[in-house]
Nanobody, 115 residues
Framework: VQLVESGGGLVQPGGSLRLSCAAS????????MNWYRQAPGKARELVAE????????NYADSVKGRFTISRDNGKNTAYLQMNSLKPEDTAVYYC?????????WGQGTQVTVTS
């Protein structure tokens, strides 16, 4: 099982990034996909979630209207489009696959928002 995040980096406030999470080794289309983030000294928090078919999404209040989660089951990939980034969005972003008792995690990708 592998979840590999990419797309993180350094961006100025107001900028955009698109994170990708490439999955392998499990039936991707059967799993809900989530993006979490963890800032230094803070607990990991759920940022966005999408159901297995991609028809239902939920967001943390702090990112609603700015972030969009999506998935392509044909490519076994989940995405997080992040717009209007703020310094408080700085964190390590983790991809998570969840179904029943199964949970898989990626290694994380750093997002830093600074001028």
């Amino acid at each position: 099982v592998q979840l590999v995040e990419s797309g993180g980096g350094l961006v100025q406030p107001g900028g955009s990034l698109r994170l990708s999470c490439a999955a392998s080794g499990f039936p991707f289309s059967m799993y809900a996909m989530n993006w979490y983030r963890q800032a230094p000294g803070k607990a990991r928090e759920l940022v966005a979630e999408i159901n297995s078919a991609g028809g239902s999404t939920n967001y943390a209040d702090s990112v609603k209207g700015r972030f969009t989660i999506s998935r392509d089951n044909g490519k076994n990939t989940a995405y997080l489009q992040m717009n209007s980034l703020k310094p408080e969005d700085t964190a390590v972003y983790y991809c998570n696959a969840h179904r029943l008792i199964w949970d898989y995690w990626g290694q994380g990708t750093q997002v830093t928002v600074t001028s």
